[in-house]
C-alpha cells in the first residue's frame, strides 16, 4: 500500500514491529500520573542481565529467566498465546520480551495505519484528549524506540496529531542511539508543534552493561536538537555507589555540553518486595543530592504485569 507521507512524499507505508500497546498512567519520570497510551517497540541494544542481582555477581546470561522459560516455546503444549500472559521477570530486564527472540512470535508486526487504528481504539474518546480538554500523552517505549524505528515515528506522529489530538509524545531510550535527522527535521518542521520529551535512561553498573556503551553524550546531543523538547536523565539506582556513578554520568554530559532539563534516580526493582527494599533509601539519597526521586507506580498499581 503506498501513501503521502509528512513531507508530501508518495511512497511505500513503513511497518512497525511492536510488543504491545496499552492504555494506563505515567509510572515514572516527569510525568507521573498523567494519563498515557504506551507502545513499545521489539529490539534493544542491551540486556541489563545485572538488575535484581548482589553487585558484581551476575549469573550466567544462558541462565536468565527468559531464556529458561519453556513457555516461550510456541510449540509448548502450554504455549503463551500473547505477551499479557508473560510473568513478572525479577532478574535481568523487566521488559526482556520486547526483545528476546525466544519471544518473537508473539510480537505484531503492523503498517502505521494499522498501528493507529489499534492504538486509538483503546483510547477513551478514541482521540488524544481527554474528557475536558486534558491532553493524553503517547508513550514510545521499549526494548529501544530509537532502534532502527526512526524511520516510521514522523509518519505515525503526523497523522495521530492531525487525525486525533496528539501533542505530547515521550521516548522512554536508554540514550544510547541518536536521534536521525529526518526526527529532526520533522520535529523541527511539520511536527513543530507537538511537544517531546526525552527521558533517557542511561544504565549503570548496576545494569551489567558498560560504560563505554551506556555513556553516549553525543546522542543525547543529537535529541537537544529538537528545539519544542524536554530532556531528563532516569536512572536506576539501589545505592549510593550508584549516586556516585550518577555524579559522574550528569558531570560528563555537562562536560559535552548536552542540555538536560532534569535528572530523576528511580528504586531498582520489577517487584513490589524488590521495590520495598530500595525506595526509602533511594528517596533519603535523593534529599542528600538533590536528585528528584521517581517511585515506579505502575508497580505498586499493577504489579508491574504486562499490559499496564
Same mark, same amino acid.
Given at each position: 500500500m503506498e501513501v503521502k507521507t509528512f513531507d508530501n512524499k508518495v511512497k511505500k507505508e513503513p511497518k512497525l514491529r511492536y510488543s504491545e500497546a496499552f492504555y494506563s498512567v505515567q509510572g515514572e519520570g516527569r510525568w507521573v500520573g498523567v494519563p498515557s497510551l504506551f507502545l513499545r517497540t521489539f529490539g534493544c541494544n542491551f540486556e541489563c542481565a545485572g538488575f535484581g542481582q548482589p553487585r558484581g555477581d551476575i549469573i550466567a546470561k544462558e541462565s536468565m529467566p527468559y531464556l529458561l522459560d519453556e513457555r516461550a516455546? $510456541?510449540?509448548?503444549p502450554d504455549a503463551y498465546k500473547s505477551i499479557e500472559d508473560l510473568p513478572v521477570t525479577p532478574?535481568?530486564?523487566?521488559?526482556?520480551a520486547s526483545w528476546a527472540m525466544k519471544y518473537k512470535h508473539l510480537q505484531m508486526t503492523k503498517s502505521v495505519s494499522d498501528v493507529i487504528n489499534h492504538i486509538t481504539s483503546l483510547l477513551p474518546n478514541g482521540t488524544f484528549t481527554g474528557r475536558h480538554g486534558e491532553d493524553i500523552h503517547l508513550v514510545i517505549t521499549g526494548g529501544e524506540p530509537?532502534?532502527?524505528w526512526q524511520r516510521v515515528w514522523p509518519d505515525l506522529i503526523e497523522r495521530l496529531n492531525k487525525e486525533y489530538g496528539l501533542v505530547n509524545v515521550t521516548f522512554e531510550?536508554?540514550?544510547?542511539?541518536?536521534?536521525?535527522d529526518n526526527m529532526t527535521e520533522?520535529?523541527?518542521?511539520?511536527?513543530?508543534?507537538?511537544?517531546?520529551?526525552?527521558?533517557t535512561s542511561p544504565k549503570l553498573s548496576i545494569s551489567a552493561e558498560t560504560r563505554e556503551d551506556t555513556l553516549k553524550p553525543d546522542a543525547l546531543l543529537s535529541m537537544n536538537k529538537v528545539e519544542n523538547s524536554f530532556l531528563y536523565n532516569?536512572?536506576?539506582v539501589r545505592d549510593m555507589i550508584d549516586f556516585d556513578e550518577v555524579d559522574e554520568y550528569v558531570d560528563a554530559y555537562k562536560k559535552a555540553g548536552v542540555q538536560v532539563d532534569s535528572v530523576y534516580c528511580m528504586p531498582?526493582?520489577?517487584?513490589?518486595?524488590?521495590?520495598?527494599?530500595?525506595? $526509602?533509601?533511594?528517596?533519603?539519597?535523593?534529599?542528600?543530592?538533590?536528585y528528584k526521586f521517581?517511585?515506579?507506580?505502575h508497580i505498586n498499581l499493577f504489579g508491574n504485569a504486562w499490559g499496564t
Open positions: 516455546d $510456541k510449540n509448548h532478574i535481568g530486564c523487566d521488559s526482556s530509537l532502534l532502527g531510550t536508554n540514550g544510547s542511539k541518536h536521534c536521525e520533522y520535529f523541527n518542521g511539520e511536527g513543530k508543534d507537538v511537544h517531546v520529551t526525552w527521558s532516569k536512572f536506576v531498582e526493582g520489577a517487584t513490589f518486595e524488590q521495590q520495598a527494599l530500595t525506595e $526509602k533509601d533511594v528517596a533519603e539519597a535523593c534529599m542528600q543530592t538533590g521517581s517511585p515506579r507506580l
